[in-house]
């Protein structure tokens, strides 16, 4: 990993071969072009969090459906700093899961070798991470406390979208804010179904659904 220093102390840092960008918070005319660009979705801090209202508040328990490598909770904790961030992924090839047999093939070994990343990747956050190494789905049965924010990046399609967010609502705190990753239409299919999930949800119970590309969320009033 290469570190580049910048302004705010926190630099801006390029992991290879990914090319994943943490950039300040404050972000700079060219860091918004760069955001802007076909390389949003790789590049740190997220709006969730950047944007996020909760931004700044003490002992915020969150949780990240979809960790894959940790580099995205490894932002949470950075900007948000949650005292609890449970991680939830099950790192295995289901049956419906075919957005990561797409991108996995028949193999468990690459899910196997992004857990281990992801899990050094926040070895210095480990009082604050907990590991839920189930399906979103059954590891909401296990989250016994109220939650600040929820990030949806598991499984794209609209069904699995649909149950996130109806599984995870009603653990959000008043205030809280519930959002996820990929809000592109197009951009590649098996996304599409996050907008038509995101905005159904947002329409049907008169609530007001932010985008930021390439994330949305809402505040539950």
Known sequence: MRKYS???GQGLIISSPAALKYLRPELSEVEIVDVLSDLKHRIFPRPFERLNPLRGRDGLVGVEIGVCGGEHALSLHRILTPA???CIDPYSLYGEYDEGKNHYGVDQAPLHVAEISA???LADYAGQTVWIRKTSAD???DINEPLDFVYVDGNHAEQFVRED???YWPLVKRGGVLG???????FQSEHDGVIAAAMSFAIENKLSLKV???DWWIVKP
Do not use: M, Q
């Open 84 to 86: 609890r961030l449970y």
């Open 6 to 8: 910048g302004t705010s």
């Open 139 to 141: 590891a909401a049965k």
């Open 119 to 121: 899990r050094e990747l």
């Open 212 to 214: 930021e590309l390439p």
């Open 165 to 167: 967010i109806r599984n």
């Open 180 to 186: 996820g990753h990929d809000f592109y239409n197009g």
